[in-house]
């Protein structure tokens, strides 16, 4: 993209817009809730596949509002170190990517609209407050993002919501597992949002975008993420120890090495190199995710 005679088709605009690599930690809550549902009362395809969608809906149609709320703010800049916002670089204009948005979330509805069909008004709650926290991210009155509460917003929704939303759709309960395994998946979402902040620290302070990265400042920030990184493996084990929960639930720990090489390298790099991180962080919750639905499957569940 550095040649200014250059643009990408249309194909191409809409995939940087979407922003794939960001999907896999509206996939990953959704694989454990469904795991929980399968030892808690029988896994349902047709609400587990309409949960799945309507997750992975909600996260591209956030990327969206994102990508043209912060353009209008003025957060996102040439000097902005992330992938290429679509808006900011003029690929599309803002009321088209707002077109985009809408229609996204309105076929989150849609699954919605199935979902509460099978699994009752719950459903409309969690839909409405998602499709909200969305828009709010980044837009609205009072942006989350712009006064450092993205993080709690991240765990709620993508951990809390995510899995226990998923489990309740299939098996019409939320049993204390599905608490349990969303507090992990929560806090590396929060990870995946905190590497993102202290790479663009700078740019969102000179934009006045007091990010809880901006608060913290440099150092802070990073050992925010380290500390979000450990509680995610923290989780499982007091699961284990507090309430003798299944060991299975450990077989996340093999990731663990993993986590702590991120971890020193959101110390040890500034600027575009955390791009890496962030999407080696994704990939970690992915497969930490991956691990805790093995585990749930093999080990005995809490009613």
């Not at 995946?192 to 007091?210: F, H, M, P, S, Y």
């Not at 990010?211 to 509680?231: I, M």
């Not at 993993?258 to 970690?284: D, E, K, S, Y």
Request: proline residues 7%.
């Amino acid at each position: 993209m550095s040649d200014p005679r250059y643009r990408p088709g249309a194909m191409s605009i809409w995939l940087l817009a979407i922003r794939p690599r960001t999907l896999p930690a509206a996939a990953a809550p959704v694989l454990v809730g469904t795991a929980v549902a399968e030892v808690s009362g029988g896994l349902r395809w047709g609400p587990a596949l309409a949960a799945l969608a309507g997750a992975l809906l909600i996260q591209i149609g956030t990327n969206l509002a994102n990508d043209v709320f912060d353009h209008e703010r003025g957060a996102d800049t040439p000097d902005r170190l992330g992938p290429i916002r679509v808006t900011q670089a003029g690929l599309l204009a803002p009321a088209v990517v707002l077109t985009g948005m809408w229609t996204t979330f309105g076929l989150a509805a849609l699954a919605g609209l199935y979902l509460t069909w099978v699994a009752g008004w719950p459903v409309v709650v969690i839909g409405l407050a998602s499709i909200a926290a969305g828009i709010a991210y980044t837009g609205g009155p009072y942006p989350l993002a712009y006064h450092g509460l993205a993080e709690p917003f991240v765990f709620i929704f993508f951990g809390m919501v995510a899995v226990a939303g998923t489990t309740y759709v299939q098996t019409l309960s939320v049993p204390f597992l599905a608490v349990a395994a969303a507090v992990p998946m929560g806090f590396l979402a929060a990870a995946i949002l905190a590497v993102n902040n202290v790479r663009d620290l700078e740019t969102d302070r000179a934009a006045g975008k007091r990010t809880l990265a901006v608060r913290l400042g440099a150092n802070g920030a990073k050992v925010e993420y380290a500390l979000l990184v450990g509680l995610a493996y923290l989780a499982p084990v007091a699961t284990v120890w507090a309430l003798g929960a299944s060991r299975w639930l450990l077989l996340p720990l093999v990731t663990a090495p993993g986590g702590v090489v991120l971890a020193v390298r959101v110390f040890r790099l500034r600027g575009r190199p955390l791009n890496r991180v962030l999407a080696a962080t994704g990939q970690l919750e992915l497969a930490f995710a991956a691990l805790l639905a093995a585990g749930v499957l093999a080990g005995v569940p809490i009613t």
